[in-house]
Structure formats: structure tokens, C-alpha cells
Nanobody, 117 residues
Framework: DVQLVESGGGLVQPGGSLRLSCAASGFAVGSHLVTWVRQAPGKGPEWVGGIYDSGFRTSYADFVKGRFTISKDNATNTMYLQMDSLKPEDTAVYYC??????????WGQGTQVTVSS
């Protein structure tokens, strides 16, 4: 079955860095678009960025460009989100998602990122 398991969240000070991981099973990250989405308290989901199946082309929301980097390791079937220069407004639960051809968008359980001094 398809599973997405995020990890790596935590508490970090403004200006700090975190690296999130998304371990996938049941499909190959190297063959599909996988994305990061976040949801802050009291707000709706917000697309962060994605990495495409062909090669390693990436796309980012304007509010993270230059600060966040998405990558993947096809050998371990894992996607990453490197977050630098974190701001308090980056506080959210971060999810990785995959669009299943039959089941629609699938989400992991999420990992909490809190940016606070």
C-alpha cells in the first residue's frame, strides 16, 4: 500500500534550519511528482513546493524561494525539504503528498515545525 511518512520536525529559533524527510513506500518518488504542503494553525493548506518525476526539476511557492530546497533520493525512495533562514511564519505542520492515479491526493501524517525564540 502507498505510505508517506514525514520526520525531522521540531522547535527551531528564527534564522535556523531544519531538514524534513518523507519516506515513501508503494510507489517510486523517482517516477512521480511529490510535493510538500503545510498547514498553520487556523489556516488552510498551503503548497510549499514539489519535485518532478523526470530529472530533478523543482518548483517553489514564492514565500520560500531562496530559503527552502526540495530534493530526493531515488535509491532510498525519500524526499527531503531543507529549510533555511526559518521565520516564525513558517510554523506549521508539514506534509508530503502524492497524487495516486486512482485514490487522488494522498498525505502523510505530517511533522510539526515550530519557529520561535
Amino acid at each position: 500500500d502507498v505510505q508517506l511518512v514525514e520526520s525531522g520536525g521540531g522547535l527551531v529559533q528564527p534564522g535556523g534550519s531544519l531538514r524534513l524527510s518523507c519516506a515513501a513506500s508503494g510507489f517510486a518518488v523517482g517516477s512521480h511528482l511529490v510535493t510538500w504542503v503545510r498547514q498553520a494553525p487556523g489556516k488552510g493548506p498551503e503548497w510549499v513546493g514539489g519535485i518532478y518525476d523526470s530529472g530533478f526539476r523543482t518548483s517553489y511557492a514564492d514565500f520560500v524561494k531562496g530559503r527552502f530546497t526540495i530534493s530526493k533520493d531515488n535509491a532510498t525512495n525519500t524526499m527531503y525539504l531543507q529549510m533555511d533562514s526559518l521565520k516564525p511564519e513558517d510554523t506549521a505542520v508539514y506534509y508530503c503528498t502524492y497524487i495516486h492515479p486512482l485514490r487522488g491526493t494522498l498525505w502523510g501524517q505530517g511533522t510539526q515545525v515550530t519557529v520561535s525564540s
